[in-house]
């Protein structure tokens, strides 16, 4: 009877505690999208004939602020700032310039325009006072090579923009501009830097006469040089890794690729085996070179994260076509840092039975292998 009357009630607990983390799930937020920093791109805002008739009537003009432009009915404002996800079509576009209102003596400057697609709102500065300028409705949207455009029909004036706008003005009664639809809303990003989607693989293809120097010091080509997984080698030569993710600035000058897997290089000696595992590649490209977790058994073991080669990039060997969205590169040229060499040379000479010839010596400069990818941006 005890075991009967108690299972009812810790059922309803566990159906009680179940509900209470279901809520508290329900606030735990989304992971937020990659937003790309802007540096590029326009803001249009085409004035509808209604809202160009009241000026008219009103006698108020309107002309450019800075960068912003305007002709006939367009106002144009170079994009010069911001952060956007071009997959979600989230974030703010910031346009320095701006334009302004002129009734005779009197203008009223709206300058540091910023279109803001997570709230639908455009934000400005307006006479000196920041605030809330425009709402507008759910834009439609696309991809514009690396970037994105965001269109809405209408533009509405918050009420707060248009009062300090007929006040600065000095718009009396039937005059004064009220909270209407002014235009429709056109945007387009172009992004400094490119979000790099964990897809494709790099492949490394090592230097033979590198290769060589290994043989000489007593590593076996075939079995003591191998891929440490999710690294392929299809051949002794050739390694793949997976490409995890990173940056890339459009003019290629920053930015950070990562890989996962490595190589694992082992010299089966009597007395000892050394071995050295190079593992998660990341490419560096402000400082063009590449930085490797690296382990060394029997010792030192983990030593870190560590710079083990330059990068040179020859002419032409990036390339990028904004309508797949991807960057490729070609026969990266990663040649031996000198602490880099003298750690192989360190390591790879113990272990035999005689002394490694002085030809099997790596030295700082030399030709390690060629890396090339094909990176896909957001």
Known sequence: MTQASTRPVALRMIVGAAAVIAALLAFVPAASAARDPISGGTTDLHMKKGFLKKLTNIGVGVAGVSTGQVGGNKISLPVGEGKFDPTTYQGKIISPGGFQFVKGARQVAITGVEVNT???????????AHMQFATFGSPSTAREGFGARIKSGQLTLTAKAAKRISNQLGLQGGQRINSRVMSNEFSSTVPSSLTILGQG????????????????KGVNASSGIKAIAPAKNSKV?????????????????????????GIEIVKSGKTVSPTMKITNIYVEFAQKTATVELEILPTPGATGRASIVDLTFPANSITSNSTTRQVTIKNAEAKLQAVAATTLNSTFNQGGETTPPASSEFVAGELFGTFSMVLQAQ
């Open 118 to 128: 997570v709230h639908n709102a455009v934000f400005a500065t307006v006479a000196h």
């Open 201 to 216: 693989e790099a492949t490394f293809n090592a230097n033979a006469k590198s290769l060589a120097k290994f043989v000489e």
């Open 237 to 261: 030569t050739q390694f793949t890794f997976p490409i995890t993710g990173g940056t890339l600035a459009t003019n290629y000058s920053t930015g950070t690729v990562t890989t996962s897997g």
